[in-house]
């Protein structure tokens, strides 16, 4: 059986690492392989750039922002590839999606930033947490990135988001719920969009 790849999107603190996980142990516990992986991978030496340019350390315009993400995700594309040839569920933290969303936001076009993604595994469901930007905010005080600082520009990716949900792949939970509530509906949307027993 060929695998699965279930992608988690949605603002900052919106609950995508926390629920990637909770649907991993659940389906582990149903006797599936699963495994999370979290995007930008700050690992690898272009995970570590975008992390410098988010503290603030590099200047970068939004496209090469965009770029350096794609590459990101192009340096795990062969683990990705084998993941899923063995059968494995993926779930990410984040993916292709996320650079539209947020792309868009910046004034970037999505055509462009679909196609340079066009050669990377598509996700069989993507879960969008929606969350406010506002609750984005509340969430996480201290620390934030430039872009956790810019609720303009969280309020945009949003509305990318949500327009993106739209297509017939994704399913959308209200991320503003307890912790409980959201992970009993993303194992009820992932069970039933996937057919998963």
């Known amino acids: 059986m060929a695998g699965l790849l279930i992608a988690f999107e949605g603002l900052d603190q919106s609950g995508?690492?926390?629920?990637?996980q909770h649907l991993r142990s659940h389906l582990r516990e149903q006797g599936h392989k699963a495994r999370v992986e979290s995007f930008p991978d700050y690992g690898t030496s272009i995970g570590e750039e975008i992390?410098?340019?988010l503290q603030g350390e590099r200047e970068y315009v939004p496209e090469v922002m965009q770029l350096l993400y794609v590459a990101n995700?192009?340096?795990r594309r062969?683990?990705?590839d084998r993941w899923l040839a063995g059968g494995l569920i993926v779930i990410c933290d984040r993916y292709l999606a996320s650079s539209i969303a947020y792309g868009e936001a910046q004034h970037l076009d999505p055509v462009w930033l679909m196609d340079m993604q066009r050669h990377l595994p598509k996700p069989d469901l993507t879960v969008l947490l929606d969350i406010s930007a506002d609750t984005a905010a509340r969430r996480k005080v201290q620390d934030?990135?430039?872009?956790?600082?810019?609720?303009k520009l969280l309020t945009r990716v949003r509305e990318n988001y949500l327009r993106l949900a739209n297509d017939e792949r994704w399913v959308t939970i209200d991320g503003e719920r307890s912790k409980a509530e959201v992970s009993e509906a993303v194992i009820v949307a992932a069970t039933a969009r996937l057919s998963l027993p």
């Open 73 to 75: 995700r192009f340096e």
């Open 78 to 80: 062969a683990d990705l």
């Open 51 to 53: 992390a410098r340019a």
């Open 16 to 20: 995508k690492e926390t629920q990637a």
């Open 144 to 151: 934030r990135d430039r872009y956790e600082r810019d609720l």
